[in-house]
């Protein structure tokens, strides 16, 4: 018995090893305290305060300036045509993924997500290519709010897909034949039984979007032209044109007002609409298509997703081989030529470099802090201790998803441009900014696999004599290592993609490939637009590959976005 006595005292130790697990989350929540939350309270307060003390008179100046107003309208309206306009589109596709089996559906699944992760100013100039001056469509809409609605539904058409279309999957097809059995059309099926089984699913992918196109950037600002002006696009123009940095930080907090209500709605709408459902596997609600009907679904969606989504990227790709001379490498082999690369004669070349050694920075900082974090909220739910802590800390550490890439650059701009922490001339606040963005999406994909962890097989191995480090080396991290290797991979695309914080804080001397490609659209003359569709091809392709690895390291079970 008295043997036995340290077997019994182990579990103790184990419990107090929850202690230890909110220890990992001190990190990267001071991270997001210095890097997001300092900057944004910044913001916050430079657009309230003024030169005598606080002075909410002049914001309320900003905010009844008609043109201001204009801008706000613009933002607010384009983000709701850009949602309603995407699940109009992609419910279609939901359902052909959910509910038929076609051959190549497993690659086709995997390709959506290209759009989604390609970097906007790519979609930008991709879109210029089909939609632009001279672009194959023969159509010019760049400039109109037609290339914007576009663009976002090229950009989030997969966030509907995916995110509808996984959850219809396991909606098993009893309910719809008793319906039918019961004289229901098919109308009447999706509206009475189908669709109130999907609106949670429904309402997420809806706020995703109007949130992605509420905070658009790269896309409104290259295909926007002058008329077509968001509240991210006004932020960038009042700091970089016109220097005023009151008025902009005036319209931050305006945006920041608007996204915390956009989370705080979907919070509450996902608890209400929540509905419990018997789960079936996807593989036994999907059929082969059969009949007329079907099988023209089928195609129709095909045809579709061929022509937003794959018609942009090809132009894009066989633009960049057609020079003024004809077709060639010319756009490719002048991007070591720094006499026509950005206006500081930068080459294109060197701002790959630039990103690719960004982006590896930023990468480590995302997965070390982001792998603490997991490892804090995943620990603590496993254990059923301190919930209430785990799901603030949860959100905490989701918030700078849902918020503006531009806003964290300008946090950044202002903030750090004086003591105590004066980093205007460093070079890491570009990995710094790029992390924060990539932070959120670390956390998505780490924290479903340490969840999948059986506790008991770390209890066993406590039981037996090992450290929580020698448990976390031989259990969790063999188990979690192709998720960390996906996130690894994932916030590398991100932040190699990076625009909205990067074009404020790169140095003139050090641009990465988005900054090049925005400074090579601005320059008159077909030669500079195709040398940004160059780059922009050198870009989609790097970033294709790392989602390609990405997908086939991703775990069972793991977070789609």
């Not at 195709?530 to 091809?537: E, H």
Request: hydrophobic residues 55%; proline residues 5%; charged residues 15%.
């Amino acid at each position: 018995m008295v043997g036995h006595l340290p077997l019994i005292a182990r579990p103790t130790k184990s419990r107090l090893g929850v202690s230890s697990r909110l220890l990992f989350a001190v990190p990267p929540l001071m991270f997001l305290s210095v890097f997001f939350v300092w900057p944004v309270a910044t913001i916050v307060v430079r657009g309230l305060q003024g030169a005598a003390g606080w002075d909410f008179s002049a914001f309320g100046e900003i905010v009844g300036d008609p043109s201001m107003r204009r801008v706000a309208w613009f933002t607010l309206w384009e983000s709701v045509a850009s949602t309603l306009l995407c699940l109009l589109v992609g419910l279609p596709g939901a359902a052909l993924f959910a509910r038929y089996r076609f051959r190549g559906k497993r690659l086709l699944w995997s390709a959506l997500l290209v759009p989604f992760v390609l970097p906007t100013v790519v979609v930008g100039v991709a879109m210029l290519g089909v939609y632009g001056p001279g672009g194959v469509s023969g159509l010019t809409l760049s400039g109109t709010i037609w290339a914007i609605l576009i663009a976002h539904v090229f950009f989030n058409y997969a966030v509907v897909v995916r995110t509808v279309g996984s959850a219809w999957a396991t909606i098993g097809p009893s309910g719809e034949n008793a319906a039918r059995m019961l004289g229901a059309d098919s109308w009447q099926v999706f509206r009475k039984v189908t669709l109130p089984l999907l609106r949670p699913a429904i309402a997420a992918a809806a706020s995703i979007v109007f949130l992605f196109s509420f905070t658009s950037f790269g896309i409104v600002l290259i295909l926007g032209g002058i008329r077509q002006r968001t509240i991210e696009v006004e932020i960038y123009e009042q700091t970089a044109r016109y220097l005023h940095l009151d008025v902009a930080a005036a319209l931050t907090l305006i945006q920041l007002i608007a996204v915390v209500v956009i989370l705080i709605w979907f919070s509450r709408s996902q608890d209400r609409r929540s509905v419990s459902f018997e789960q079936h596997a996807a593989s036994s609600t999907e059929r082969v298509p059969s009949g007329l009907r079907q099988r023209l679904f089928v195609s129709a969606n095909l045809a579709f997703m061929a022509a937003l989504l794959a018609l942009p990227l090809a132009v894009l790709f066989v633009r960049s081989f057609s020079t003024p001379q004809g077709w060639g490498l010319d756009f490719y082999q002048s991007l070591g030529d720094a006499r026509r690369g950005s206006t500081s004669f930068v080459a294109p070349i060197d701002a790959l470099w630039n990103s690719l050694v960004f982006a590896l920075e930023a990468t480590i900082i995302a997965v070390v802090l982001g792998a603490c974090a997991s490892w804090a909220i995943a620990g603590t739910d496993l254990v059923r201790a301190s919930t209430r802590w785990t799901r603030w800390a949860d959100v905490a550490l989701m918030i700078p998803l849902g918020t503006s890439a531009v806003t964290v650059g300008f946090g950044f701009l202002i903030t750090f441009d004086e003591a105590p922490m004066n980093l205007r001339s460093s070079l890491w606040l570009v990995p710094l900014a790029q992390a924060i963005v990539a932070l959120p999406f670390v956390v998505r994909l780490l924290v479903p696999a340490l969840r999948s962890i059986d506790p008991v097989m770390r209890e066993s191995a406590a039981l037996l004599g090992a450290s929580p480090r020698r448990v976390w080396t031989t259990i969790d991290l063999p188990i979690v290592s192709r998720a960390l290797a996906a996130a690894a991979g994932f916030a590398f695309a991100v932040s190699l993609g990076e625009f909205g914080a990067t074009v404020f804080l790169a140095r003139p001397d050090r641009p990465t490939v988005p900054v090049a490609i925005y400074r090579a659209l601005g320059r008159p003359g077909a030669y500079n637009f195709g040398q940004a569709m160059a780059l922009s091809v050198v870009l989609m392709v790097l970033t294709v590959g790392v989602l390609l690895m990405v997908d086939r390291l991703r775990t069972p079970g793991s977070a789609e976005f």
